[in-house]
């Protein structure tokens, strides 16, 4: 299983990104997908995460209402659209995938990981 990230880039406080995930070598259909960051000295923590099926989604309280997480079927591709970006939200974001239904936020949760992309906010 290949996980690529991308769509990082340098925005200013109160604007938008969208990330993309491309997902390849297996069969995402059983998997939860999900995304995560890391900020300079911080762990890495939970963001968002969708499965795959079902299309059900939870989010980490910091980013609902300005954050969506949503797939594509026909493109192996998950997307993380982040409106109303603000400073603390820069990090460099990765993608994980597990194989099973997941509901929690553990970055241990996950089987698979992308390389990151660089989110920058500005203020």
């Known amino acids: 299983v290949q996980l690529q990230a991308s769509g990082g880039g340098l925005v200013q406080a109160g604007g938008s990104l969208r990330l993309s995930c491309a997902a390849s070598?297996?069969?995402?259909?059983?998997?939860?997908m999900g995304w995560f960051r890391q900020a300079p000295g911080k762990e890495r923590e939970f963001v968002a995460a969708i499965i795959w099926s079902l299309g059900m989604k939870h989010y980490a309280d910091s980013v609902k209402g300005r954050f969506t997480i949503f797939r594509d079927n026909a493109k192996n591709t998950v997307y993380l659209q982040m409106n109303a970006l603000k400073p603390e939200d820069t990090a460099v974001y990765y993608c994980?995938?597990?194989?099973?239904?997941?509901?929690?936020?553990?970055?241990?949760?996950?089987?698979?990981w992308g390389k990151g992309t660089l989110v920058t906010v500005s203020s």
């Open positions: 994980g995938g597990r194989q099973s239904t997941w509901y929690g936020n553990d970055p241990d949760g996950m089987d698979y």
């Open positions: 070598g297996g069969t995402f259909s059983s998997y939860t």
